[in-house]
């Protein structure tokens, strides 16, 4: 290209010219609309439950409010929107955007707290039907936090939110999101937050895990593995359990930070995950369920770390899935919806999804967490769809355009 | 299109990850240090087709007198030029692919290198999650080792360099690399076509650095080092050399404007005043041993043996051109 191809620029061979403007195209129009796979974040969010109303963060930056019974939407979306600097090489001329949400709503009382991509927590007044059009508080007041927030918000019973954030740092603020004490893992955490009465467990990308006083936020202990840690950990009785991706789940002591078992145990197991701990595990009668993106459910002893059963999904398992009653709803990222009975560890394909548009049928995606209330789960899909499931028979009771409103 | 995926993937963008991953296990998690060695391996896997471009400009370079001459020829016939050009290039073995081949093939190791640096790195959760298709199941590291740390010296390798020392870098490098291959021609038109080349490169390459990551910019700064040391051993300085001349000084314009002596000024002043000039070795070989009676390619004339033969030469030729007028 460059060893002076200079027939290549005379007469009839002017190719050399015609290539590198060619080049120049394609890279300047694949860098700027991220078709080269560049990270353009877009966001996966849940959502909370009350009696009557369901609200869930759409792809886009929307906080919307829909009726739980037939997933008409109430009120005007609340929209995040953020400051971008303008792009190099003209690929954005900069101003506002739309907010990925990553971080699920979360109600208490009446106020709905989310955590945006852009690093700013956000809380709207939620008067039982719909959101203020703007926020009541905002965490930090001024500006944003170094990082991203990708992990759920976790509140206590005092209504103080805890979350970390890509800065490394996690956070503990009060109702109304002053605040309260911050502590620096000095590594980026995607993980939410697991808390009991005098403990917060959150895991971060250098492989540890760390117990934090939630009182002030001072270390209690930390846990190093072998890879890092994005699943939450789930806290059961007198132990905290995570996977990681280094393909091992654990079992620690919550007290002392002590290793309990770990699965598996040995290198030479023969059953061995294939994949990341990516997906928040659940605990139920004596059982952990670790989802793993190899596509499989790993049922252990809480106790011994011995497998009790194993669920081949089919496809890789980054959506976290949600308990309602004795059943764990878990899906695929194929679209795959299945109900887990941990009572006898049978499980049941309920439904698998389907976006049909006109004469047309798209394979949806599920990544974001499921979330559920009074036997209907609902599932948020890659194509901005919200589905409402019933969890018994797996009937779809109504499917929403988040994007377009369209049922 | 899907499957053209699973063909890139498969045959491109996962190789790249896991090396990445696996070389950054071994480089102490240092992942600018990781690119810089890829780029080395990435360069001694692609060696022999430099070396064959190389070959291929050097002969596109040696086919210039005879284009040129051809051109003069089939000034009026551009089928017939452009013909001619294609008969010379495949008799001489030369082809223009062998110009843009190592371009072409590095496009998609950018791109892939690029799509690399953006999941390791894990910039965004999307492309992250979408690393752990790629992973070999069978390499527990590659599990374990992402995300791979993003700082390297003052950069974030996810992101475009804020303090545009990368872009600059980019520039300045590629711009050396370009002008060590550039050669001087006499023809205005090849001049202002390859001043255009030299420096449209290097500023394209720049702006794309002020906008992709850094990692990718490094790669880049790497890759060119390389090709200037490459090319420093194949072809010395080249055009470069003319940048770095130190320019003359007033002491040496006067000396170079002083009388030469007497003697040489006598002999210059002999060819001056002839049409042909001739190569003076040649002129000594034909005086020493009086054997010389090699034929001009162009006349099928011999050379006149003496100063006093080329006046005379000289001579009927101008009162041939004047008869012409």
Same mark, same amino acid.
């Given at each position: 290209m460059k060893t002076g191809c200079r027939g290549l620029l005379h007469g009839r061979h002017r190719i050399l010219p015609l290539a590198i403007i060619l080049l120049a195209v394609i890279l300047t129009a694949a860098g700027c609309s991220g078709a080269l796979g560049r990270g353009v974040a877009q966001g996966w969010a849940g959502g909370a439950v009350t009696d009557d109303t369901v609200i869930v963060g759409s792809r886009g930056g929307k906080i919307i409010v829909l009726n739980a019974e037939d997933g008409t939407i109430q009120g005007d979306p609340v929209v995040l929107v953020t400051q971008v600097p303008s792009g190099g090489f003209g690929c954005s001329a900069g101003g506002s955007a739309g907010v990925a949400i990553y971080s699920s709503p979360v109600i208490r009382d009446d106020l709905v707290y989310v955590g945006g991509y852009n690093g700013k927590v956000y809380a709207f007044l939620f008067d039982g039907e719909s959101l203020s059009a703007e926020s009541e508080y905002d965490f930090p007041r001024e500006g944003y936090l170094g990082g991203s927030i990708v992990g759920e918000l976790a509140i206590d019973q005092e209504d103080r939110v805890y979350f970390g954030s890509s800065d490394g740092k996690v956070y503990a603020v009060d109702a109304t999101l002053r605040s309260i004490w911050e502590y620096d893992t000095g590594d980026e955490i995607w993980s939410s937050p697991a808390i009991t009465d005098d403990t917060l467990f959150i895991g971060n990308f250098g492989k540890k895990l760390y117990a934090l006083d939630i009182a002030d936020g001072s270390e209690r202990w930390q846990f190093e593995t072998k890879g890092a840690i994005i699943a939450a950990p789930v806290v059961y009785e007198d132990k905290v359990y995570f996977g990681t991706f280094g393909r091992r789940f654990y079992a620690a002591d919550t007290a002392t930070g002590e290793e309990v078992w770990r699965f598996p145990a040995t290198d030479s197991d023969e059953v061995k995950p294939r994949n990341w701990f990516w997906a928040n595990p659940l605990a139920s009668n004596g059982t952990i369920y670790a989802p793993n993106l190899d596509g499989k459910v790993y049922a252990l002893d809480a106790d011994t770390g011995a497998l009790v059963a194993e669920f081949d999904l089919g496809g890789p398992i980054s959506s976290s899935p949600v308990m309602v009653g004795e059943l764990i709803i878990v899906a695929t990222e194929n679209g795959d919806v299945y109900s887990l009975n941990t009572t006898d560890n049978h499980k049941t394909l309920l439904v698998h999804l389907e976006d049909v548009v006109g004469e047309k049928v798209y394979e949806e995606t599920v990544q974001a967490p499921l979330f559920a209330g009074d036997g209907v789960v609902y599932v948020h899909t890659l194509r901005d769809n919200l589905y409402a499931i019933n969890v018994q028979t797996g009937e779809v009771l109504w499917k929403k355009s988040l994007t377009s409103g369209d049922s | 299109m899907e499957v053209i995926g699973q063909i890139w993937d498969t045959v491109l963008l996962s190789p790249m990850i896991n090396v990445l991953v696996v070389l950054s296990h071994y480089l102490f998690n240092n992942f600018g240090l990781t690119i810089i060695v890829l780029t080395f391996i990435i360069h001694g896997a692609m060696f022999p087709l430099t070396r064959r471009q190389m070959k291929a400009s050097k002969g596109m370079q040696e086919l210039q007198p005879k284009i040129a001459e051809l051109r003069k020829k089939y000034a009026r016939d551009k089928q017939k030029l452009a013909q001619e050009q294609m008969a010379l290039m495949k008799q001489s073995g030369v082809s223009p692919a062998g110009c843009l081949l190592p371009m072409l093939i590095q496009m998609p190791i950018w791109i892939a290198l690029y799509q690399s640096i953006i999941r390791v790195l894990a910039v965004v959760p999307e492309d992250f999650l979408k690393l752990s298709h790629h992973l070999?199941?069978?390499?527990?590291t590659v599990f374990s080792q992402v995300p791979l740390e993003s700082s390297f010296l003052w950069l974030?390798? /996810?992101? /475009?360099?804020s303090l545009l020392i990368m872009p600059i870098l980019v520039g300045v490098t590629m711009w050396m690399s370009q002008k060590m291959v550039t050669p001087e021609s006499a023809d205005p038109n090849q001049q202002a076509q390859g001043r255009m080349m030299l420096w449209m490169m290097p500023i394209m390459f720049g702006f794309f650095a002020m906008s992709f990551p850094s990692g990718l910019a490094l790669y880049w700064v790497a890759s060119n080092i390389i090709r200037i040391v490459m090319q420093y051993f194949i072809g010395g300085w080249g055009g470069l050399a003319t940048v770095f001349r130190p320019r003359q000084t007033e002491a040496d314009q006067k000396a170079q404007r002083r009388p030469a002596p007497v003697e040489k000024k006598q002999k210059i002043e002999k060819v001056v005043d002839a049409d042909i000039v001739i190569p003076r070795e040649s002129t000594e070989e034909g005086t020493d041993n009086g054997t010389s009676r090699d034929k001009r390619p162009d006349s099928g004339r011999s050379y006149p043996d003496s100063i006093e033969a080329i006046k005379r030469q000289s001579r009927r030729s101008k009162s041939k051109r004047r008869k012409r007028r």
């Open positions: - | 070999y199941t069978p390499w527990s974030d390798l /996810a992101r /475009a360099d």
